[in-house]
């Protein structure tokens, strides 16, 4: 990842100097770092909240409900995960994370998940096909209340940041039955 941001920091720099732009890219350089910085701060209080709702309901045994509700569905979609691993609960919580819109706080979770996963793996080497699908879904994900997108259209001055919630909510239930379904197909095409 550094070195994919070094080509591109160091790209944008010959650009600039090539293009006689050096002044510009400066001025921007200077003030939209502050705005990442004030972004990313405005941001860390929505994912305090969503982590530690997120670890009181596990604490409390409400995710292992959750989990035992979808674990009929869930087992569909992951076959090889044994009931009660502790990979399942946290793709439980990563998914309700980014179901409510706090994809940044669903992360943690994520990283939690494909460590389990990892456990369950016998090829140490390659990813599973449940290590497949978990990242296929996270990176699909349905989001019943988009955060992220409603505070951006905020802080642009949007008069109805939330009209997006029902595009939003249809377009990324399509995008995961697209994921899941082509996730699967290409799985047992893959064993034929």
Known sequence: MGKIWFWMISIGIV?????????????VILNESSKG??????????????MGIMNIAKD???INKIG??????????????????KAMSYIVMNMVLNMLGAGNGATA????????????N???????????????????????????MIKLRLDGGSSNPGEVIISTLFATIVSTIVA????????????K
């Not at 650009?15 to 001025?27: D, H, K, R, V």
């Not at 941001?43 to 305090?48: K, N, Q, S």
């Not at 009929?72 to 995960?81: D, G, M, N, R």
């Open 15 to 27: 650009g600039s100097i090539c293009t006689n732009n050096l002044a510009q890219l400066n001025e």
């Open 60 to 62: 409390s045994g409400l």
């Open 122 to 148: 016998k090829r140490k080497d390659t990813a599973t096909n449940d290590m497949v699908m978990f990242l296929v879904i996270n990176i699909s994900s349905i989001q019943i209340i988009p955060f992220t």
């Open 109 to 120: 979770f994520g990283l939690k998940a494909m460590n389990e996963l990892q456990t369950l």
């Open 180 to 191: 899941i379904t082509s996730c699967k197909f290409l799985q047992r095409r893959r064993y």
């Open 68 to 85: 035992d509700i979808l674990y009929p569905i869930l087992k569909k979609i992951f076959p090889s995960i044994p009931k009660g691993h």
């Open 37 to 50: 910085i004030e972004f990313a701060v405005s941001l860390a209080g929505i994912m305090a909240l969503w």
